[in-house]
């Protein structure tokens, strides 16, 4: 009923009208006459005449009822149907708010998972370095082992060439004695035989001495031309060394020379070298800060924040460890950043011994 009267509420204002102006004329007629019977005479009627002013006032009356009335509903109308708006609005916002505390979970439930696998995976490389240690330990314990093994053997041998060589002394210092005894005999022997041969050797002399006398003169002749001969041998010896020294210090001075302009360029080159390296090196830095920089997801409220890290890292580029050696002053900057180091794993890194410089990896992390 109430739903029709609000569907149509101009029509029920004009019944209700009807019906009380139907009522008002009922309650102003005279009911009171009895009907006469048929074939007297008609009386007059007195026909009493209704104000039409006063229904129309009546019916304006009315109408202004209806009118407010009907403002009242679209006024309440026009407040619910705002009233049920604001609700919608508010469960909009409520389930967008709700959309986003499951994106929220999601997102912390992914970096939860990626952290357990990232642990997971640091305790797997860590476990296989630790077993590798472990092999390296056995394997220098096993040379270590053979090494005093060795070392042992060898003083066992020292040992029994120092008793060979102890026993080798004993015999040579008996057999030396003995020849000793023996050579004390043939002394005895030899000064009998000396004082003959000196009997001998003195007539020997004095007709020796006879002829040195005769052969002296032509001796010293000879020596003089010998000694002029070997003068002369001398200074042309001497002249040969002279220019052959002169010789060798040209060369030695030119070996010199030589020597020196491969010093410089080889100096030239290990610089030119260690420019290159120095380039190398900081384009592997500049890769490996854009990788971090691109794995790097930014968290709220934390603009020209920067840190500084330390990364451990293993040929390959996986890593070992990251530590914060110094904090931009917020927690969730810093942890985001080691996170974004953990995902970019593994990092470019070069090979041999280039490798040494990013070891122990330190570089400023600053997105602004």
């Known amino acids: 009923m109430l739903g029709v009267i609000r569907r149509n509420p101009l029509a029920v204002a004009l019944a209700v009208a009807l019906h009380l102006v139907l009522a008002l004329l009922l309650l102003l007629s005279d009911w009171s006459?009895?009907?006469?019977?048929?074939?007297?005479?008609?009386?007059?009627?007195?026909?009493?005449?209704?104000?039409?002013?006063?229904?129309?006032?009546?019916?304006?009356?009315?109408?202004?009822?209806?009118?407010?009335?009907?403002?009242?509903?679209?006024?309440?109308l026009r407040k619910e149907q705002e009233r049920l708006k604001q609700l919608r609005r508010e469960q909009e916002q409520e389930k967008m708010r709700l959309a986003q505390l499951e994106q929220e979970r999601k997102r912390q439930e992914q970096a939860e998972a990626q952290r357990k696998a990232e642990v997971k995976r640091k305790s797997e490389l860590e476990r296989k370095a630790e077993a590798k240690r472990k092999v390296e330990q056995e394997k220098q314990r096993k040379a270590e082992v053979e090494r005093q093994v060795v070392q042992k053997k060898k003083k066992e041998a020292e040992a029994h060439r120092l008793a060979e060589q102890k026993k080798k002394r004993e015999a040579e210092r008996k057999r030396r004695k003995k020849e000793e005894?023996?050579?004390?005999?043939?002394?005895?022997?030899?000064?009998?035989?000396?004082?003959?041969?000196?009997?001998?050797?003195?007539?020997?002399?004095?007709?020796?001495?006879?002829?040195?006398?005769?052969?002296?003169?032509?001796?010293?002749?000879?020596?003089?031309?010998?000694?002029?001969?070997?003068?002369?041998?001398?200074?042309?010896?001497?002249?040969?060394?002279?220019?052959?020294?002169?010789?060798?210090?040209?060369?030695?001075?030119?070996?010199?020379?030589r020597a020196a302009e491969g010093r410089a360029k080889a100096a030239r080159e290990a610089a030119l070298e260690a420019e290159r390296q120095g380039r190398e090196l900081d384009r592997y830095r500049a890769v490996i800060q854009q990788s971090i920089e691109r794995s790097?997801?930014?968290?709220?409220?934390?603009?020209?924040?920067?840190?500084?890290?330390?990364?451990?890292?293993?040929?390959?580029?996986?890593?070992?460890?990251?530590?914060?050696?110094?904090?931009?002053?917020?927690?969730?900057?810093?942890?985001?950043?080691?996170?974004?180091?953990?995902?970019a794993a593994p990092l470019a890194v070069p090979g041999g011994s280039l490798f040494e410089s990013f070891r122990n990896l330190t570089f400023v992390f600053d997105p602004s």
């Open 181 to 257: 005894a023996k050579k004390q005999a043939e002394v005895e022997k030899k000064h009998k035989a000396e004082a003959a041969r000196k009997k001998a050797e003195a007539e020997k002399k004095r007709k020796a001495e006879a002829a040195r006398k005769k052969a002296e003169v032509g001796k010293k002749r000879k020596a003089e031309a010998a000694r002029k001969k070997t003068e002369a041998e001398k200074k042309r010896k001497a002249e040969a060394a002279r220019k052959k020294a002169e010789a060798e210090k040209k060369r030695k001075a030119e070996a010199e020379r």
């Open 296 to 343: 790097w997801v930014r968290p709220p409220n934390t603009k020209n924040l920067r840190c500084t890290l330390e990364v451990r890292l293993i040929p390959g580029g996986e890593v070992m460890a990251v530590r914060v050696i110094k904090s931009s002053g917020n927690a969730a900057f810093d942890r985001s950043v080691e996170n974004a180091v953990y995902r």
């Open 33 to 76: 006459d009895k009907p006469r019977p048929y074939g007297t005479k008609a009386e007059v009627v007195q026909a009493r005449v209704v104000d039409s002013n006063r229904l129309e006032q009546e019916v304006q009356r009315l109408k202004q009822i209806e009118n407010r009335e009907q403002e009242a509903r679209e006024a309440a």
